[in-house]
């Protein structure tokens, strides 16, 4: 049996240089592939680095989908439905909203993969896939293990992905990822990351664990750092700024590697951090207090804040950068609030009818970095205040000025470091806006399920 697993671009513009920063490895992919059974033959491709082999012989195409994905997943599913192979979806989008998928794969995931791949490949096989595979709880993922050998050959970010849990307790109005597990979270065993972490510790010089939230169970948190000592590694994860209350804990990550860690600070209006049911994090006192301890203890911050609630005006804007420069911010990122389908903000803001799109993600006049509903301030101004405040902070003024202390800066490397990704970051402040969903050199029309050469 021959499969072919994509992980699809955003978009693309024929001529235009996919966006950097967005090229990490694809681990989504890389844990199907390790769900696959060795008589498989895989056969990968990545949207976003290399063109698509669409007449490379294959007997079914898997797919993973997300939101800013789907237009793009759906024309690459129509390829292959005009050459009659079928499609399988899976992924947050694919969960999430599950009937618009079937309307572009003969099969759709919904959930996890780990209870399910087997069955669909054994249906598959046997001729008898269904329409629907959905997983009724929480897999046992303690020894799932991603098959890097499909990214062979792919020129990647030098960060080595590592996924150690999934989910988060929390329940932000804008998350997808509580909307999709549904606010409880999973792990790896420790033994199973650090056989992971020490196949690939020679070929990169970072670890950065995707987990939305690292210390979302702070006793198997201190396992994982603790097993992390003797690897002597240095990871980057995202994080809640509570952690800062246990000067151990952060004494223990540094200790075991960490060099720097995300946090949603999100606003510094305690009315938008309210709406969006982020009422735990700290005033901004308590914000400027949680850096200052980061700082301490050698932790270098990637500080997160989304604008478009009700709260925000356009002095909220330099309000942020000045908080943000002040307190020596290492990255960050200003971005307006997405309404995710499935969330409780896009439940939200379509029952008061202020979405500018029925799907804003399939909108021909949707582009990246718009604002896809109607806000306090115009969509189009907070857009540009946006772009506006990344040019700000990543301006070489700020980036001198936000030269960390010494405690963060402990070798060259962080130094180099920093400045590669501040002037990266500065180079990209305005190229992914207004970037397509969907590549525009596609000639339609999309195929739906049962339109191909191949039949339903």
């Given at each position: ?13 024929p001529g235009r240089r996919y966006v950097r920063s967005w090229q990490m490895e694809p681990l989504p992919a890389a844990h199907l592939a390790g769900l696959t059974p060795a008589d498989v033959a895989i056969t990968f491709f990545d949207d976003r680095m290399e063109p698509i082999d669409y007449d490379r012989p294959t007997d079914l195409v898997a797919i993973t989908v997300e939101t800013y994905t789907a237009k793009r997943s ?383």
């Amino acid at each position: 049996m021959k499969l072919t697993i994509i992980y699809p671009c955003l978009g693309r513009t024929p001529g235009r240089r996919y966006v950097r920063s967005w090229q990490m490895e694809p681990l989504p992919a890389a844990h199907l592939a390790g769900l696959t059974p060795a008589d498989v033959a895989i056969t990968f491709f990545d949207d976003r680095m290399e063109p698509i082999d669409y007449d490379r012989p294959t007997d079914l195409v898997a797919i993973t989908v997300e939101t800013y994905t789907a237009k793009r997943s759906y024309q690459i599913a129509s390829e292959y439905r005009r050459r009659g192979v079928p499609v399988v979806m899976g992924g947050f989008h694919a969960t999430l909203v599950t009937d618009e998928c079937l309307e572009h794969a003969e099969a759709v995931v919904v959930g996890e993969a780990e209870d399910l791949w087997a069955t669909v490949l054994a249906d598959f096989r046997a001729g008898k896939l269904q329409r629907v595979y959905r997983s009724t709880g929480r897999p046992d993922i303690s020894t799932a293990m991603p098959d890097r050998r499909i990214f062979a050959g792919k020129d990647y970010l030098p960060v080595g992905l590592i996924e150690a849990g999934r989910g988060c307790p929390l329940r932000c109005d804008f998350c997808a990822i509580q909307s999709a597990f549904h606010g409880t979270r999973s792990h790896r065993a420790v033994a199973t990351i650090v056989k992971e972490i020490q196949g690939i510790q020679k070929k990169t010089k970072l670890i950065f664990f995707v987990d939305d939230n690292i210390v979302a169970d702070l006793r198997w948190a201190r396992s994982l750092f603790e097993a992390l000592i003797p690897l002597k590694i240095r990871w980057v994860s995202q994080a809640t700024v509570n952690m800062v209350r246990d000067p151990e804990l952060l004494a223990l990550m540094k200790q075991s590697g960490c060099a720097g860690v995300l946090i949603g600070f999100e606003s510094l209006q305690p009315e938008n951090l309210a709406q969006m049911n982020k009422g735990f994090n700290p005033s901004r006192a308590e914000a400027e207090e949680a850096i200052r301890r980061l700082h301490q203890a050698g932790i270098a911050l990637y500080a997160t804040f989304v604008f478009g609630y009700d709260h925000d005006t356009r002095e909220s804007f330099r309000d942020t950068i000045d908080f943000a420069i002040r307190n020596k911010i290492f990255m960050i990122a200003f971005n307006h609030c997405t309404p995710f389908p499935g969330t409780p903000l896009y439940a939200r803001l379509e029952a008061e009818g202020k979405l500018l799109y029925p799907k804003w993600w399939l909108a021909e006049e949707y582009k990246y970095g718009q604002v896809p509903y109607r806000t306090a301030l115009p969509p189009e101004v907070i857009q540009q205040e946006c772009v506006a405040a990344r040019k700000v902070f990543y301006g070489p003024r700020s980036i001198l000025r936000r030269l960390p202390t010494r405690s963060v800066f402990q070798d060259l490397t962080m130094l180099r470091s920093y400045l590669f990704i501040n002037a990266l970051l500065r180079v990209e402040a305005s190229q992914r806006e207004n970037y397509p969903l969907g590549d525009l050199g596609f000639t339609g029309p999309l195929l739906t399920v049962g339109e191909g050469r191949g039949g339903p």
